[in-house]
């Protein structure tokens, strides 16, 4: 199958391709249905283009420096190792008019002026787990395109932002030095997921980001014995997560942080775990586009539109259970359904 976007993408100039990959990722995030074929078809065609790219993570709370961090990060690996660098910055969209800033790219001033360089914020549309609906699709393009290495940095809202560790190779959680006593450095969510904590703005304090070194590694310790399986020593897996400190501001550090990811990657290369991950990644993502495809064809079915006014009008008043309601709309697609196979 060739795609008509998928020449530029491969073999186009520098300047053809970051047009090419712009217009790609803008037709992955079209809601059109003419759209989504044309999408369908343009992933079908790239797939045999893909998989070669380090994808990789980043999360963190807001103010821990997570854009001043993969600029910095960015800038090291193009000048110093000759790679390029895709960087998609999802932003979180307003709840009230659901648009967004997207201002990532411009927080990365210097990043967005380097030639090997491609970065695209999205707003998160609602989406849960930090990330943009599109965001595993524009991956795809990223790595088609010939960027040795992706990183998704995500909205960074708190302890559940864990949907970019089901679509990265290796996953890294930003944390200030002051960020909290030895509880929460345990508290599950991010931390026990994380392949590697970065201590950031370690220069404002050096004796803080020591302490929270020392606190976050036992803690981290302690989560290997009944957190994430793929942190499993008694498995005897070959990665136990990491912690480091640095800043990004000054750019300190970053090359330590460039070994760690390395040797992360070559163990989990060499063990096949990383092929693992994917395929799991892989099927992951099918179900949760076989989950939104269900709840958009739910909404669209006939009955269910028919009688779905009713129905809320009585849950808001009060006077029908909304599980009830719940049940009473899916039994009518339901019967529906059985009635077209019978």
Avoid at 12 to 21: L, P
Avoid at 167 to 175: G, P, R
Avoid at 263 to 284: D, I, N, P, V
Avoid at 308 to 320: F, H, K, M, S
Wanted: hydrophobic fraction near 45%; charged fraction near 20%.
């Amino acid at each position: 199958m060739n795609h008509p976007s998928i020449d530029p993408l491969l073999h186009g100039s520098s300047a053809v391709r970051r047009r090419a990959m712009a217009k790609a990722i803008t037709l992955l995030e079209s809601t059109r249905p003419d759209h989504r074929a044309q999408a369908d078809e343009l992933l079908t065609a790239l797939l045999p283009h893909t998989g070669r790219a380090l994808r990789l993570g980043i999360s963190g709370v807001p103010g821990v420096g997570k854009s001043t961090f993969i600029e910095a990060l960015g800038l090291h690996l193009i000048r110093e190792h000759a790679l390029k660098v895709a960087v998609l910055a999802i932003d979180p969209s307003s709840t009230v008019s659901g648009g967004s800033i997207l201002g990532d790219k411009t927080r990365m001033e210097q990043l967005s002026n380097e030639q090997n360089a491609y970065i695209r914020p999205s707003p998160s549309g609602g989406t849960l787990g930090g990330v943009a609906e599109k965001t595993r699709e524009s991956m795809l393009v990223c790595e088609a395109a010939g960027y040795n290495v992706v990183i998704v940095e995500t909205v960074g809202v708190g302890q559940s932002e864990i949907a970019v560790h089901g679509m990265t190779d290796m996953f890294c959680v930003l944390q200030l030095p002051n960020a909290g006593d030895d509880l929460q450095a345990i508290k599950k969510g991010v931390m026990e997921l994380a392949d590697l904590v970065v201590i950031n703005k370690a220069d404002i304090d050096p004796h803080a980001a020591m302490r929270a070194q020392a606190q976050i590694t036992s803690s981290l310790r302690l989560l290997m014995l009944h957190g994430n399986p793929d942190h499993d020593w008694k498995a005897g897996l070959v990665w136990r997560p990491k912690v480091i400190t640095l800043s990004a501001l000054k750019g300190e550090g970053v090359d330590e942080f460039w070994a760690v990811v390395s040797e992360f990657r070559a163990m989990q290369t060499g063990s096949g775990r990383l092929t693992a991950r994917r395929e799991r990644q892989a099927l992951a993502w099918m179900w949760e586009r076989i989950d939104a495809g269900l709840k958009h064809a739910f909404r669209q079915h006939p009955q269910v539109q028919a009688l779905l006014p009713r129905l809320q009008a009585e849950v808001a008043g009060g006077r029908l259970a909304p599980s009830t309601a719940a049940r009473n709309l899916l039994a009518a697609q339901m019967d529906k359904a059985q009635a077209a196979i019978d």
